[in-house]
């Protein structure tokens, strides 16, 4: 059914389309009665339990959403009644700005992708609290993502993300810092060890105030090498950080396309092996003590399947849903919980890293 859908929005340029989308799911999200069914009824598909637990929360199922659609939290329960486990608004910056100029997205469907420079278009911090203040359905964690505004110098990035904490943190029930967005000049050098150090002890302490106990994680390029993960990976263990998420979207370019040259970052289908790297390499360097949401090119039971395999515990995704819509959560579960069941795993968390320990079977292949 959705495939009718998505031909008439991909009639329309990505943006309009974007926002039709985000208009339907937003009054979808006004109407409780059928968003609780709707994501009761995708939730059945799982023919098993597929509950994990990370950092304290708990996800009914593995499958939730990344940051980037909803940076306003205008459609949240929409985005729940879809069945996502968890939804994660953002990203969300102190003072609201319009992001970079248009246009700014671009689909390749060739390659189940997209490119996007949107810079953090987003109404401001107060804006978002406003849409999460007094928020009656809690079905799942919700996640707020925060970042900087453009025109705060770097040196002053962490003024911005303690700002955002002050706003936001008390209103959900994780906060991950992005310092990994490529469309935010210097932003990415934020991940490097002693800036990173730094930002991330601002944060905690800051979140020591309003909200104890809320975990933190810190989103990461695809694009850093494996030896710069490893240096992540120590930052984010000596300062007790709740987990990684992995990865954003690439500034590399795998393909030719007449796309391609535009700035911004590649999404989906390509990035797919680029996160599932990622986190391997995460999860080796900490032992699997360091827990990992992972995100990049998720369409199918299959790629979720192989980022649980890698180290993920819970698995996002952004792109896929645009291309696949909102039946895909339903079909996931369904195949998710066969393909465990064909290999002989009884629960999700039986599966997480068995391809990241040395000398792991290599993944069956459908
Ligand atoms: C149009 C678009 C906007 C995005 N905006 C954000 C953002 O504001 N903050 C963020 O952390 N990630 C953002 N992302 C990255 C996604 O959350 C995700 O990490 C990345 O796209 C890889 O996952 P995917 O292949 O499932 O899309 C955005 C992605 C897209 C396609």
């Not at 469907?109 to 953090?120: Q, S, T």
């Not at 453009?150 to 959900?172: I, N, Q």
């Not at 952004?318 to 696949?324: A, P, V």
């Amino acid at each position: 059914m959705y495939g009718f859908t998505r031909s008439l929005l991909f009639t329309l340029p990505p943006e309009p389309a974007h926002r039709l989308g985000m208009s339907g799911l937003a009054a979808l999200g006004r109407m409780p009665s059928l968003c609780q069914s709707m994501r009761e009824r995708t939730l059945r598909q799982a023919p098993m339990d597929l509950s994990v637990e990370l950092a304290g929360l708990r996800f009914a199922h593995p499958v939730a959403l990344a940051a980037g659609l909803d940076k306003d939290a205008e459609a949240v329960d929409g985005l729940f009644a879809c069945g996502f486990s968890a939804v994660e608004i953002g990203t969300v910056t102190p003072k609201p700005q319009p992001g970079n100029p248009k246009p700014r997205l671009f689909r390749l469907p060739e390659h189940r992708a997209v490119i996007n420079r949107m810079g953090f278009n987003n109404h401001g911090a107060a804006t978002a609290a406003s849409h999460l203040t007094g928020r009656a359905w809690k079905p799942g964690p919700l996640g707020v993502n925060i970042g900087k505004n453009k025109d705060t110098p770097l040196e002053r990035a962490v003024d911005d993300y303690v700002a955002c904490v002050d706003a936001l943190a008390p209103l959900g029930d994780y906060v991950v810092v992005n310092a990994s967005s490529p469309n935010t000049p210097g932003l990415r050098t934020l991940q490097e060890p002693e800036q990173l150090s730094a930002l991330l002890r601002a944060v905690q302490e800051r979140m020591g105030q309003v909200a104890p106990g809320t975990p933190l994680f810190l989103k990461i390029a695809p694009d850093l090498t494996p030896e710069a993960v490893d240096e992540v990976v120590d930052v984010a263990l000596e300062r007790g950080l709740s987990g990684l998420i992995a990865t954003n979207t690439t500034i590399t370019r795998p393909f030719e396309h007449k796309h391609s040259k535009e700035a911004g970052g590649l999404s989906g289908a390509p990035v797919r092996e680029l996160s599932n790297a990622v986190i391997r390499r995460a999860y080796q360097r900490s032992r699997g003590t360091l827990p990992l949401i992972g995100v990049g090119g998720v369409f199918t039971a299959q790629d979720v399947y192989e980022k649980l395999r890698a180290g993920a515990t819970v698995v996002q995704v952004y792109t896929g849903f645009i291309y696949e819509g909102p039946g895909m959560v339903g079909r996931i579960l369904g195949d998710l919980g066969a393909l465990l069941s064909r290999d002989g795993f009884a629960t999700v968390r039986d599966v997480i890293g068995v391809d990241a320990h040395p000398g792991a079977p290599v993944a069956a292949t459908p």
